[in-house]
């Protein structure tokens, strides 16, 4: 199988795409990664939607996307578009559309670009699903032409730039008949759209593959790439995590979803989607790009190895069972210790632990830590029973090697002191050999690292000479990370380590680093929640809002959080709009959806049932909803 999807898997080398016009600004090619956002207020707010706007250009927005839902928003554009130049801001507005062709055709003439959705431009959703022959599946596609083909027309005759932007959740019936809802059908229902443009040798295309499921999104797009590297022609690439949420949740697991791509170099403009603010968004997106300028990489001279994985679908790396790492078991997290010299108690309250004096009991938390590594220090109190204790191989021989739950590290020179039966951890550098007699030694867990800034690259150039050599020994993937910026500290990580969980690597994760451990922690079990290797907590899936939305969605997804985050493994949606939100929240396992002033719609999975609850009574009625379904459970 060809599994070109990069340039290079091993080496970060950015996908060389098309260069697009946007106004005054180049997208793709030698470009620098573009920053964008979309406006929440209603385009036909001109002035709100002015001051929002300079609001995200001061914050470092090149890019202001804003909704049209009808042909007044659209010719509000021109106006806002008007206000914005007598203000001096020349950045290029995008209009925003669903559904309604005669109000791209509108922006087309007033605005620098349009963002259309092949999954609702010339479709109605109506859930259906047909058996098209190959002949009724041509003509629907004849069909789709005809109504697409007048602003390929108009973009092409005033300049203006189109994205096609497929979204997981609102592909067409057709697309789902034919494809299912996969990234296959998503990669398909863009191409759709691009033969148009190109049949009418209109090219300044941008392409996007957004899905809140970040396994989803990644391999869409790498398969977008794929056929586009095929055909001979690569468009720009718009990233985003759609429905990411909000704040420690929202970063990570757009980190992990975009950051997956911009490892292998793919993406030229992203847009972090945040239920927050959109000048909160750009600072985000403008730290997660500069990690991709950073030049401490080490280059891998080897890079003819086959991949050890399929990057197009999920499938976990097979390893051997070591007590509950590898094997069938979730990725298991280690807390990092090491650097305190009087280990207490108290100290474990930062990875999921708490120790009640007076009950002399320990509380475990929904994110405790699996392992504790406590480097050369000691422990001179009971530790609970389901943490595994990670100490130095001198201090273990030493101290600890007849206390149960407690394993040595050793390093490779240290290997012939233990028996083969022993279980330990082995740390090994990415970058180096990996030991010859490694196979003797059956229950050994691997602790893989590196000092340098490509840690996606060398850590999958390891697993494939793993692979080489028939090891199947469980991997826990340690990242080291001295960054003090709490915010970056959790983009960088969670880019480094979330492209291998959605390769199917890595039996674990160990972070070890300046910040809090609180952080380290929560950021660990982040993402492991957004590769969905391992859930535990609620996932709030909820839209950044715009112009569509009808009411506080900030207010609301703060005061559903309050209520249900108790609730480990069950997804939420919360959207802004009847439009879009059904598709989008496609994965949840309840929905609360705006469908009119002061009125919400509530889903179980995709079925709407409650129709037009009062604003005001619809958190309880979603909580009795959740209820009614088995899936409530009491706080302690
Ligand atoms: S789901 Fe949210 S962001 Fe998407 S169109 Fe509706 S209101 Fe706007």
């Not at 036909?44 to 007044?72: F, H, W, Y």
């Not at 959109?278 to 891998?300: C, G, M, N, S, T």
């Not at 504790?372 to 990670?390: K, M, R, S």
């Not at 196979?439 to 691997?446: A, I, R, T």
Request: proline share 5%; hydrophobic share 35%.
């Amino acid at each position: 199988m060809n599994l070109s999807y990069c340039i290079d898997p091993f080496n970060r080398k950015r996908l060389p795409t098309l260069e697009v016009r946007i106004g005054s600004l180049t997208f793709g090619g030698e470009n620098p990664i573009r920053l964008q956002s979309m406006t929440t207020t209603d385009t036909m707010d001109t002035e709100g939607s002015v001051a929002q706007s300079v609001r995200m250009i001061e914050a470092g927005c090149e890019l202001v996307r804003l909704t049209a839902p009808s042909k007044n928003e659209a010719e509000n554009l021109g106006v806002i578009h008007q206000k914005l130049a007598e203000l001096g801001h020349h950045v290029p507005l995008v209009a925003d559309i669903h559904f309604t062709p005669n109000a791209a055709e509108i922006a087309a003439k007033l605005i620098e670009k349009v963002r259309v959705n092949p999954g609702n431009y010339a479709d109605k959703k109506k859930f259906e699903e047909i058996d098209y022959t190959d002949e009724s599946y041509q003509d629907e596609l004849l069909r789709i032409e005809v109504k697409f083909t007048p602003l390929v027309l108009l973009c092409k005759e005033y300049g203006t730039a189109m994205r096609i932007g497929t979204n997981h959740g609102s592909l067409s019936d057709r697309i789902l008949s034919r494809y299912g809802d996969t990234p296959e059908g998503m990669v398909e229902s863009a191409m759709e759209f691009i033969r148009i443009c190109e049949k009418h040798n209109y090219h300044e295309l941008v392409i996007s593959m957004k899905a809140s499921n970040t396994l989803v999104m990644v391999q869409a797009y790498r398969l977008l790439v794929h056929r586009m590297l095929q055909n001979g022609r690569c468009y720009p690439l718009h990233l985003g995590v759609t429905e990411a949420g909000d704040g420690e949740d929202g970063r990570i697991k757009s980190a992990v979803g975009i950051g997956a791509l911009l490892e292998d170099g793919i993406g030229d403009t992203i847009r972090v989607s945040l239920t927050e603010e959109p000048e909160f968004e750009i600072p985000v997106a403008r730290k997660l790009a500069e990690k991709y300028q950073d030049q401490r990489v080490h280059p891998i001279e080897n890079p003819e190895l086959p991949l050890a994985h399929n990057p197009f679908e999920y499938t976990r790396r097979e390893s051997q069972e070591s007590h509950n790492i590898g094997g069938k078991h979730v990725p298991v997290v280690v807390a990092d210790l090491s650097a305190k010299a009087d280990i207490s108690p108290a100290n474990f309250f930062g990875f999921g632990y708490n120790y009640s004096v007076s009950l002399d009991k320990w509380n475990l938390q929904d994110l405790a830590a699996d392992y504790v590594y406590i480097g050369g220090n000691d422990l001179a109190f009971e530790v609970p029973g389901t943490l595994g204790v990670i100490c130095d191989f001198e201090r273990w021989k030493t101290k600890y090697s007849e206390r149960p739950g407690f394993y040595p590290l050793v390093n490779p020179e240290q290997l012939t002191q233990i028996t083969v039966n022993q279980r330990a951890f082995l740390p090994l550098n990415a970058e180096a050999e990996i030991p010859s007699d490694l196979h003797s030694y059956k229950n050994l867990v691997l602790v893989l690292s590196t000092t340098y800034e490509n840690k996606t690259q060398l850590f999958r150039h390891f697993f494939s000479r793993l692979n080489q050599l028939n090891s199947k020994h469980a991997v826990i993937l340690k990242i080291a990370s001295d960054e003090i910026d709490a915010e970056k500290f959790q983009l960088n990580v969670s880019s480094d380590a979330g492209s291998l969980f959605i390769d199917g690597y890595g039996d674990g994760i160990w972070i070890q680093s300046v910040q809090p451990l609180t952080r380290s922690n929560s950021t660990a079990f982040g993402i492991l929640q957004a590769t969905r290797t391992r859930i535990s907590k609620t996932e709030y899936i909820s839209c950044p809002s715009c112009g569509r939305t009808l009411f506080d969605l900030q207010e609301t997804t703060a005061k559903i959080r309050e209520r249900t985050s108790h609730l480990k493994g069950i997804k939420i949606g919360i959207m802004g709009c009847i439009v879009n939100g059904p598709g989008e929240m496609a994965d949840a396992d309840y929905g609360y959806v705006g469908t009119g002033p002061g009125k919400i719609h509530l889903y179980k999975e995709k079925n709407v049932v409650r129709k037009n609850v009062p604003a005001e009574e619809a958190v309880d009625a979603l909580i009795d909803l959740i209820k009614e379904h088995g899936d409530w459970v009491e706080l302690a």
